[in-house]
């Protein structure tokens, strides 16, 4: 018995939606997964043409994958070993500029005394800061737990980390392998076509990832070298000026939010020092960054992005807003990406799928 | 008779990778290669059978890449099309040894002609992204390659010329007489 093409389309719209109803049930739950290999997969383009260089050397593949990810570890090593205490350090100092339990407390009162004494009678007579008290009180009996939270997710983030390395390590040892291994299951109708687009779309994204990177390395230099000025010459007493520069440079893969993001602790480090001219060196920090920023809208970035994956702002926002709610600070410095990743990739579908079709 | 049984006893049968090694090392391209520059180009190319019927690539498809026949029969043909007539003409018949499409190594215009497998093909496809690719990684390999496709194409260009002389000087002597 055969089906007519009715039938045929309506067991194949069935499938579909079972596929889909399927996938979107299981999506929270690979949720994990999906993050360690998308970030894998933006690791490997980025580190995949350091491989090459080293293969230049005669060095065999494998080896060169593996010493790659040494220095990347070991960078990352260093830079926690240094960066750590210097969060701590600032924690530290934040803490006690801003002593919740006295200044609040002390603010809120003489608030409540000033506007007392101003009013007839006696209108304000709650007993606020004994509420603050009582809530610093049950947020101390929170800490434990939250703190093992914390742990939880910290171990977590190292696994998934160490998932990351030892998954990018892979795809950078077996990357012909892996694309071979693709390019067996499409059919000979769509063999060269499907060849000849991954091509182009892993040379753009391996373009462009680098081109973020080298971005946001520069904004973090040329911050710390700003500041670096501001402090030398004004005497601004502005700490913790590599930690703040490789803060801006992170912040900066978040467009819009980012430059502001990266300026702040600058701000916040020149208010908690207070040196005798405040307002100046504010005004200089900022300065700095919009200088910044300047440099990198103008002259780095378009040189070494490219306008390719240039993404419209609303686009921006929104991948903004679904990575900041999948995963927080880090989804949405990795939204825009991952966005231009699936801008780059439809774009070469949709202008070299048609040459094919005759 | 005692010959043939020990020369049967003695063969070793090639592997497969030996078979893509042998055809490889038979074209042009990759002629003078070492057998572990081969072994690094093997990794690159990729193996591909077609049913009888079945295009390799169409014309006007972008060039990709090139294809070394290691069994099979492909006929080359282009499709001309006059007003509302479209023609078919086949160019030339490819078997096994032959290879196709080695200009496209070089640059991505549209192919020619079609390539038409005329029974069951298998190919091996090494295309111009692992070509670039080569240059970055081993570009001692990789400019060997691409001199030798220089070469194969400089005679080309001296036989298109020696070709266009003669035209050019039977034209000459037609006008005269």
Redesign the interface.
Known sequence: MSLTENQRFIIRLIFFIVLAAGFILILPRLQTIITVIVISILMFTLLDPFV?KL??FKIPRALSALTVILVILLLIAFGVSRIVPLVENAAQQISQSFSVENTLNDRIQSGIDFLNSKLPVSAITTDIPEKINELIESLKQKIPGLLMGAGKGLINAFSSFFFVLFITFFFLKDE?AIK?GI?RLVP?KH???S??IM?KI??QLSSYLQGLFLAATSVGITSIIGLFLVNTIFDAGINYIVLIGIWAGFANLIPYVGPTAGAIPAILSVLMSQPPNTLLIVVLVIGVFAFVQFLDNNIVSPYLVGKSVELHPLIVFIVLIIGGNLMGLLGMMFAVPVAGIIKVTFGEIIT?AP??Q? | MTSVLWRSIGRKEKTREEIMMEALSNVNIFRNLSRKELKEVL??V?H?V?KKG?Y???????G??MYIILKGTVQIIQEKIEGDTKEEEILVTLHSGDFLGEMSLLDEA?RSASAYCTELTEVL?F???DLM?LL????ELGSKIVLNIARVLGERLRITNQLLAELQEKQKKETES
């Open positions: 090459d293969e230049r012909r071979r390019i000979n063999f060269e076509m060849l000849n091509d892993q040379r070299n040459k094919y005759t | 990794d690159l990729y591909r077609y079945d390799i690539f169409k014309q006007g498809y972008p990709n890449g549209p496809g295309f111009r992204g690719d970055n990684r081993n570009p």
